[in-house]
């Protein structure tokens, strides 16, 4: 059918149209990129790749020993999520719910409620009550640590997730807190004097202060992070969750020859 537009337009704009032979035919002939081999090199092409073979004949024989031993995994893997805290104890979680919005398979689901003077999880107005990450859903491709704006949530290296029960695979909060370590106290407890949640934002609250540590005596008189020292890392009793999941590790290294 004639192209009813060709009157109105300039001649110079109209493209000849190619003729059927040459139509798919490349303008000019196929050129590899790679460089032909000559001499020696063309000699032993055919069997060149044995070379990365024999290459590893002489190189120490890497079998991981898992269960029997813990595998070693690189220092950037992505693994178990952790809900970390500020130096003084306080959770650095604020509830947003960035993370939950973020997560391509819907495996996070944030409740926050408001910090009142006697219940001071977070810096600021508001921390999250509820904290839950589906571990059936969680592909741990690491968009929920982009998203949070306080680097509360990081994940670990720890990739043992499996469990008997579907309901065993969702961590709760506690299962996914940080340990305390030296300088923190358990919250709740009240922020260091005279900030506000800029100030732990910034990295300016480094410990726990005299002040702190009179209030939680004063509204806790045997919290055992008053006491600090090794018995830190069992102040907060760990979640359910995580205790099975510990359970489920050391029974599978046990039978797996574990010494
Ligand atoms: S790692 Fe990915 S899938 Fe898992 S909770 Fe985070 S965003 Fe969701
Ligand atoms: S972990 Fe981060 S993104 Fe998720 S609710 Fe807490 S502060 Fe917000």
Sequence with gaps: MPDTNDEARPTSDVQPRPTAGAVGSPATPYA????????????????????????????????????????????RFHGRHQLNRYPDGLEKCIGC????????????????ADNTPDEQFSP?????????????????????????????????????????????????KQDLLGPLSEGMLAPPHPMVEGTTDTEYYRGEVTTSTDSQRDWVREHRP??????????????????????????????????????
């Design 124 to 172: 600021g107005e508001r921390y999250g009550r509820v904290y839950q990450i589906n571990y059936l859903r969680c592909i741990l491709c690491g968009l929920c640590i982009e998203a949070c704006p306080t680097r509360a949530l990081t994940m670990t290296n720890d990739f043992e997730l499996a469990g008997p029960t579907r309901s065993g695979l969702i961590w709760e």
């Design 32 to 75: 590899s990129a790679i460089p032909e081999r000559t001499g020696v090199a063309e000699f032993f092409a055919p069997v060149a790749g044995f070379g990365v073979s024999l290459s590893n004949f002489f190189k120490p024989t890497v079998t991981e020993q898992y269960p029997r031993e813990p595998a070693n995994v690189k220092p």
């Design 222 to 259: 045997d919290d055992a992070s008053l006491l600090g020292g090794p018995g830190l890392a069992t102040a907060i009793p760990i979640g359910e969750t995580r205790a099975a999941q510990q359970k489920i590790t050391a029974a599978a290294r046990r039978e797996g020859g574990a010494r």
């Design 97 to 112: 719910e960035l993370c939950a919005w973020a997560c391509p398979a819907d495996a996070i689901y944030v409740e926050a």
